[in-house]
């Protein structure tokens, strides 16, 4: 039923910046959260940053103010704006939404999403 499509993952300088892209189906007019993970290799998966459908937005701290995470309405499309890279950034990134059940904070945990991309490599070397 929901679909996400990822696309931006890329190798990278450290200090560079880079977007990538979720594109998602299959939603209606019902509240729904987004969000960006990522794992490393011998790591856990983390929650990056997340979006709710009013708005709202959530970031991990060491996220915060290098990252920016935004979505379009009408299409559904989530975005995640990587500044200032740093090679701890590195991971496979995975997009993930959650459109059934109500928080009263944006979720993110890994096991309260219940849809997945199929994850975007991003490599930032030293």
């Known amino acids: 039923q929901v679909q996400l499509v990822e696309s931006g993952g890329a190798s990278v300088q450290a200090g560079g910046s880079l977007r990538l892209s979720c594109a998602a189906s299959?939603?209606?007019?019902?509240?729904?959260?987004m969000g960006w993970f990522r794992q490393a290799p011998g790591k856990e998966r983390e929650g990056v940053a997340f979006?709710?459908?009013?708005?709202?937005?959530r970031y991990v701290d060491s996220v915060k103010g290098r990252f920016t995470i935004s979505q379009d309405n009408a299409k559904i499309t989530l975005y995640l704006q990587m500044n200032s890279l740093k090679p701890e950034d590195a991971a496979m990134y995975y997009c993930a939404a959650e459109v059934r059940r109500r928080y009263a904070d944006i979720p993110w945990a890994w096991f309260q999403y219940s849809y997945w991309g199929q994850g975007t490599q991003v490599t930032v070397s030293s």
């Open positions: 299959g939603f209606t007019y019902s509240p729904y959260y």
């Open positions: 979006i709710a459908s009013d708005g709202s937005t």
